[in-house]
């Protein structure tokens, strides 16, 4: 009798110490930011190789479906391909001029005339890397020296940054999470605006933009590099509708991007803009 | 030694579940728990309070929640059943259903509760409970093919 006594006050004790251990590290994760290098060395050790082998199905899937539509699909790709390459040279000279033509502007303006050099492509591993947040997961940690707050472009616009890193993978969040707010600006008019994630995934929200703003359908969304979080003048997306209800405070605008944020399965991430940390 | 191999293979393909079961949404059941549930249930001396709290670490990582969230609301689940298994055990399956959900539900809670201590961002009530309900009902399967499994194995 008197050693079922003692094994359950063993365990009721255990539980005791475990919950003010787990108490601790929430305080130590939360507070002080303590933790990650236990974050990352977990991640490391036992969540990446899961991941990794776990989107291999998913993967073969995918694969063995574009596989059995590539010969159909090949000529008519390569004959787009041909087109658009040859429209984009066309367009490549005219921007080369412009570009010519704004440093100069730049010059006499005596505004940075800096344009990305180093960017490294990453690869997606899971692009789902949380139930309710848009979290996806790519194979550059910090072996290749990715640093939170890194932005995260596609091949067309914005798609996100970097929120947590370990030493073989790291976490991106996506432009269109709920909670990503990104400063951004109307390239017309060079209106500032905050630009929201949307339950959709290719649709964005700007909110509090107020009725009769200088909006038209179509205009360009860029950031704006305020607030020192994203750097400037990466494309977003376009507008795709204004609603200017006059009952309410505040026009609903709808944003649509330009990058398919979710579904690319290579990122690139850029390098020459570090954001500031309030700490620093 | 089979014991150790049969249930740490159960709880990565857990893991593994769990990630893939990412594109669900808040409705995908929360694996983890109840392959935990089920180990203490059937072998109660299998899982330890002590590693379910690694587990609850390991959850916490995966789901990138803060460290200790999940650790904590995985002993507080774990110190329930195991102080209740002589009691859950002799339930139908159904009736052990039931119990999960309740579990599950004060689990959610707990985490719902930290968050909003915390407040890092902006709640959502919708993407807390709905893994409660979904849970509750894959249990039954789990319950089946974790029951066939030990009793293949032998795990005692």
Same mark, same amino acid.
């Given at each position: 009798m008197?050693?079922?006594f003692?094994?359950?006050?063993?365990?009721?004790y255990?539980?005791?110490?475990?919950?003010?251990?787990?108490a601790l590290?929430?305080?130590?994760d939360?507070?002080?930011?303590?933790?990650?290098?236990?974050?990352?060395?977990?991640?490391?050790?036992?969540?990446?190789p899961?991941d990794?082998v776990?989107?291999?199905p998913?993967?073969i899937?995918k694969?063995?479906?574009?596989?059995?539509?590539?010969?159909?699909?090949?000529?008519?790709?390569i004959k787009?391909?041909?087109d658009?390459?040859?429209?984009?040279?066309?367009?490549?000279?005219?921007?080369?001029?412009?570009?010519?033509e704004?440093?100069?502007?730049?010059k006499?303006?005596k505004?940075?005339?800096?344009?990305s050099?180093?960017?490294?492509?990453?690869?997606?591993i899971?692009?789902k890397?949380h139930?309710s947040?848009?979290i996806?997961?790519?194979d550059? +940690?910090?072996?290749? +020296?990715?640093?939170?707050g890194q932005n995260?472009?596609g091949?067309?616009?914005?798609? +996100?940054q970097?929120?947590?890193s370990?030493y073989?993978?790291s976490?991106v969040l996506l432009?269109?999470?709920l909670?990503?707010?990104?400063?951004a600006?109307?390239?017309?008019t060079g209106?500032?605006i905050?630009?929201?994630?949307?339950?959709?995934s290719?649709?964005l929200?700007?909110?509090?933009a107020?009725?009769?703003?200088?909006?038209?359908? +179509?205009d360009?969304i860029?950031?704006?590099?305020?607030?020192?979080?994203?750097?400037?003048?990466?494309?977003?997306?376009?507008?795709s509708s204004?609603n200017?209800d006059?009952?309410?405070k505040?026009?609903?605008?709808?944003?649509?991007?330009?990058?398919?944020?979710?579904?690319?399965?290579?990122l690139?991430?850029?390098?020459?803009y570090?954001?500031?940390?309030?700490n620093? | 030694?089979n014991?150790?191999l049969?249930?740490?293979?159960?709880?990565?393909?857990a893991?593994?579940?769990?990630?893939i079961t990412?594109?669900?949404?808040?409705?995908?059941?929360?694996w983890?728990?109840?392959?935990v549930i089920?180990?203490?249930?059937a072998?109660?001396?299998?899982?330890g309070?002590?590693?379910?709290w690694?587990?609850?670490?390991l959850?916490?990582?995966?789901?990138g929640?803060?460290l200790?969230?999940n650790?904590?609301?995985?002993?507080?689940v774990?110190?329930?059943?195991?102080k209740?298994?002589?009691?859950?055990?002799?339930?139908?399956v159904?009736?052990?259903?039931?119990i999960i959900?309740l579990l599950?539900?004060?689990?959610?809670t707990?985490?719902l509760?930290?968050?909003?201590f915390?407040?890092?961002?902006?709640i959502?009530?919708?993407?807390?409970y709905?893994s409660v309900l979904?849970?509750?009902l894959?249990w039954?399967?789990?319950f089946?093919?974790?029951?066939?499994?030990?009793r293949?194995y032998?795990v005692?």
């Amino acid at each position: 009798m008197e050693t079922v006594f003692k094994k359950s006050f063993k365990e009721f004790y255990t539980f005791i110490i475990l919950v003010f251990l787990s108490a601790l590290t929430i305080a130590a994760d939360y507070k002080y930011n303590q933790l990650t290098y236990v974050r990352s060395l977990i991640n490391d050790t036992i969540i990446y190789p899961i991941d990794y082998v776990s989107t291999i199905p998913r993967q073969i899937v995918k694969a063995s479906v574009e596989e059995s539509q590539i010969k159909a699909t090949m000529e008519d790709k390569i004959k787009t391909l041909e087109d658009e390459n040859l429209k984009l040279k066309i367009q490549l000279q005219e921007y080369q001029s412009l570009k010519d033509e704004n440093l100069r502007l730049r010059k006499i303006s005596k505004a940075s005339t800096k344009i990305s050099e180093k960017q490294t492509l990453a690869k997606v591993i899971n692009n789902k890397a949380h139930p309710s947040k848009k979290i996806i997961t790519i194979d550059k +940690g910090k072996k290749d +020296g990715v640093f939170i707050g890194q932005n995260v472009l596609g091949l067309k616009g914005l798609i +996100g940054q970097i929120i947590e890193s370990s030493y073989l993978s790291s976490k991106v969040l996506l432009i269109s999470d709920l909670n990503s707010n990104i400063p951004a600006q109307i390239t017309r008019t060079g209106e500032k605006i905050i630009i929201k994630g949307k339950d959709k995934s290719n649709e964005l929200d700007v909110p509090f933009a107020p009725i009769n703003m200088d909006l038209k359908l +179509g205009d360009v969304i860029s950031t704006s590099g305020m607030a020192n979080r994203f750097k400037a003048n990466i494309p977003i997306g376009k507008i795709s509708s204004i609603n200017n209800d006059k009952e309410k405070k505040f026009a609903e605008v709808t944003v649509s991007s330009y990058e398919n944020i979710g579904n690319s399965s290579e990122l690139i991430l850029i390098w020459d803009y570090k954001p500031k940390e309030k700490n620093e | 030694m089979n014991n150790f191999l049969i249930i740490s293979t159960s709880l990565v393909l857990a893991l593994a579940l769990t990630i893939i079961t990412f594109i669900f949404g808040s409705y995908s059941p929360d694996w983890l728990y109840l392959v935990v549930i089920y180990w203490i249930l059937a072998v109660p001396n299998s899982i330890g309070l002590i590693t379910s709290w690694f587990i609850g670490l390991l959850t916490d990582v995966a789901f990138g929640t803060i460290l200790g969230s999940n650790a904590l609301t995985f002993i507080i689940v774990s110190f329930i059943i195991i102080k209740t298994y002589k009691f859950v055990r002799y339930l139908t399956v159904y009736q052990q259903a039931i119990i999960i959900f309740l579990l599950l539900f004060l689990k959610q809670t707990i985490l719902l509760w930290i968050d909003g201590f915390i407040r890092l961002e902006e709640i959502q009530f919708s993407n807390y409970y709905w893994s409660v309900l979904t849970s509750s009902l894959f249990w039954p399967l789990i319950f089946f093919v974790l029951r066939y499994v030990r009793r293949r194995y032998n795990v005692s």
